[in-house]
């Protein structure tokens, strides 16, 4: 096995999967690549537009939601990272959290779709890891003690001739998990 790997590595020491190897995994390579300075713009400004009454120093909190959590007979709940970043990220702060950006959190939340648990989770299902999709909501951060209730909605696509949406909320009391 040593000597099989080591093979492995030289064959691939000049390209892509080289790449991916030096970065310690695909998802810490994703989550190294930085974003499009103009998309990363567009989305900060966003942001800044949603949430401009919230104080400075406000975490916002980014969602993970893919397009592979809940299928019929694979539910993908929790495989995913939601991660807190910051509009004005003060990385000066004794919380080193507090020093977490928009870009941080995006990309960290994008590249958790990448995690080797969802890929094992979706590999064991039978699941095309290539037909999914991760989106990103962002809410504001509030500290568990201050979270009144937390939930999670599902919205479907009603087919046939009376087509609509069906929307269902899973909601409970206190800052506890929906997914526990």
């Known amino acids: ?3 099989r790997r080591a093979g492995f590595e030289a064959a691939h020491r000049n ?3 080289g ?16 974003i499009d300075p103009g998309t990363l713009r567009e989305i900060e400004a966003a942001l800044t537009a949603t949430f401009a009454d919230h104080a400075r120093d406000q975490g916002l909190r980014f969602r993970s939601s893919s397009s592979l959590e809940d299928l019929d007979g694979f539910s993908g709940a929790d ?14 702060t004794a919380d080193s959290g507090r020093g977490r950006s928009v870009e941080w959190a995006v990309l960290k939340t994008w590249a958790s779709y990448w995690s080797a648990e969802a890929y094992e989770e979706r590999e064991l299902e039978g699941v095309d890891h290539l037909s999914g999709a991760m989106a990103v909501l962002v809410h504001a951060r509030f500290n568990d003690e201050l979270e009144l209730s937390n939930g999670v909605f599902t919205v479907s696509v009603l087919p046939g001739v009376d087509a609509g949406f069906s929307m269902e ?12």
């Open 15 to 17: 390209d892509a999967i």
């Open 169 to 180: 909320l899973n909601a409970q009391v206190g800052a506890e998990s929906v997914t526990n």
């Open 19 to 34: 790449e991916v190897m030096d970065a310690g995994g695909f998802k810490r390579y994703l989550r190294d690549q930085p």
């Open 1 to 3: 096995e040593i000597a």
């Open 79 to 92: 495989l995913y990272d939601s991660n807190t970043g910051y509009l004005f990220p003060d990385p000066g």
